[in-house]
Structure formats: C-alpha cells, structure tokens
C-alpha cells in the first residue's frame, strides 16, 4: 500500500532492493499478479519452476537449498528447501527454460540456538555457487541467509552479536566481497516489542493447587505456545508470597491450558497478569474461537 503511488520507476527499483517472495510455494494467481513487478522469488522443484515459466517468467528466481536445522525451535527443512545435490540440476533446468536464477537462498529454522546449522549452511552454499559457475558458466550473485536469528527468551540464548561475529567471519571466507546478502529477521525483530497485559476473570483451587482464569490464552497472544513451542512466562504485577499455580484462558477447551507452574502470589478477580518478549506471532495468529476476539494492541513510542 506504501508504495502503490510511487512513480513506476521508483516503485520498480524499490520492489528490486526490498522484497524476495521467499515462500518456495506460490499460487497461480499470485505469480500472475507479481508477473508485472519483474519480483525475486523461490523455489525448490521442478513443479514451480513450471509454474513460474508460466505464469511469471519475469520473475527472477532463487533456489532454496535444505540446510541443517538441528537445534532450531522450530525445523523448516522437512517442508521446503531442495536437496544440496539436486541444486545444480534445479538451477540448470531454469536456466534452460529461460529463467533467470540470481541466487540461493536458505534458512535454518526458526529460533536458532545452534550456530554451527549457520556454518553448515554457509559451507553448502558456497559449494554449489562454484559448482554452478565451473559447471555452467554461470555466476550466482545473492545468498539469503533466512532468520532464525535467537531472541533471548532466556539468559542461556546466546547474543546475537556472537552470531553475527561468525557470519561476517564466513562471509569473508567463502563469498567474494561483491555477493549480495539478504536476510529475513522477523522473530529476532519484534519478538521483545511487545508485553501482553491479561486481566483474571476467574480463579479456584484444584488439587489443592491455585488456579486462574484469564482473558487470553493459546487461542489468542499466547498461540505461539502451540505452534511455535514458545514459552511465555505469566508474571503478576502485584507482591505478596508467590505459590506454584495454574493459568487457563478463557475458552471452553481443556488445551487453552498456559502453564501449570507459574510462581504466583494470591491473585483476585481483575487483577492484572503480564508475559513478555511476546512480539513475534502471538496476535498475529489470533483467533475468535469461543466468541473471544483477540486481545487489542496498544502502541507505546518512547
């Protein structure tokens, strides 16, 4: 929308510097809208690159390559990503249906932990990039590095700049200093922008354990603890002698569950509940299962 009223030139060059269409998998309808834009785009089989020969061959094209995501929280390579000793094969069938490949692209999962999947993948890269050139006199000139960038959800992440200390060490040693980088930080971006605020709505005591209702849960900001396998620890804003106690959103499934050992003290109905470091998903996989809308957003600049 920010761009829709660029002059055409300007919007085009934008599009170029800014945007890769990094899903492997695209719709046709999709591909025939972007067509037009001239867009970078993925993909890791043959199927696609039928697809994009068709309905975008415009398109400038990456392969993405299947990379180590040992450690990750969350693993990406049993859905997407060509084999490594496929890659060459993938990028000389585009070439010869006229496509244009630019580079490769990868990711090593979301929230990664473990920086040797980086050096892996780094290492895979730069061995197909020389194959390609020796094989077919071709030279790749951008590599998309992914995310997967650690948020320091606890004191054992690692910092990033000991990550990024690496990557500049590789990036020396195995691409010439002319390769465009890319990189697709989204969690690492906003994951400590935002601190969810829940109020309870109800408590009890079961099995001799205190209990509490609150007016989100996995359904809403906290989803991330279902498909992200993310733990967002409910912390209270008030003091008072903490005891090991359950907290439950606010809808009618047994799974709307957060945590069965938070360290609360004794909480009273509209008392406030917060989690932090819960920017990344959370709200943008909200639902309104049960009739709950998701939780509203409060946008505080300082």
Request: proline share 6%; charged share 25%; aromatic share 10%.
């Amino acid at each position: 929308e920010n761009i829709r009223h660029m002059p055409d030139k300007e919007r085009q060059d934008w599009i170029w510097d800014k945007i890769i269409y990094a899903n492997t998998i695209k719709p046709v309808e999709t591909l025939e809208a972007l067509d037009q834009y001239k867009p970078l785009v993925t993909y890791d089989n043959s199927e696609e690159l039928k697809k994009i020969k068709r309905h975008a061959p415009n398109a400038g094209l990456v392969l993405r390559i299947r990379v180590p995501n040992t450690g990750s929280m969350v693993e990406l390579s049993s859905k997407f990503g060509a084999h490594p000793g496929e890659a060459v094969d993938l990028i000389e069938q585009a070439f010869a249906m006229g496509l244009e490949v630019e580079g490769l692209s990868f990711h090593v999962g979301s929230q990664c932990t473990n920086f040797n999947n980086y050096i892996q993948a780094l290492q895979l890269s730069a061995n197909i990039m020389r194959e390609v050139e020796s094989r077919l006199g071709r030279r790749l000139i951008i590599l998309d590095i992914g995310g997967g960038f650690p948020v320091k959800y606890d004191p054992k992440v690692k910092a990033f700049k000991t990550l990024a200390k690496k990557l500049n060490s590789e990036f020396a040693r195995l691409f010439p200093p002319d390769i465009h980088l890319l990189a697709e930080p989204g969690r690492f971006m906003v994951a400590d922008a935002c601190t969810a605020v829940a109020k309870v709505v109800g408590k009890a005591m079961r099995d001799d354990k205190p209990c509490y209702y609150i007016n989100d849960g996995v359904y809403h900001t906290f989803s991330g603890q279902i498909f992200d396998h993310c733990n967002y620890p409910v912390k209270a804003f008030k003091d008072g002698e903490k005891r090991i106690s359950a907290v439950f959103g606010p809808t009618c499934d047994a799974l709307d569950t957060l945590t069965l050992s938070a360290e609360l003290p004794d909480l009273e109905i509209h008392d406030l509940v917060y989690a932090e470091n819960i920017g990344a998903y959370s709200h943008a996989s909200s639902t309104y299962f049960n009739g709950f809308p998701p939780a509203k957003i409060v946008h505080i600049n300082q």
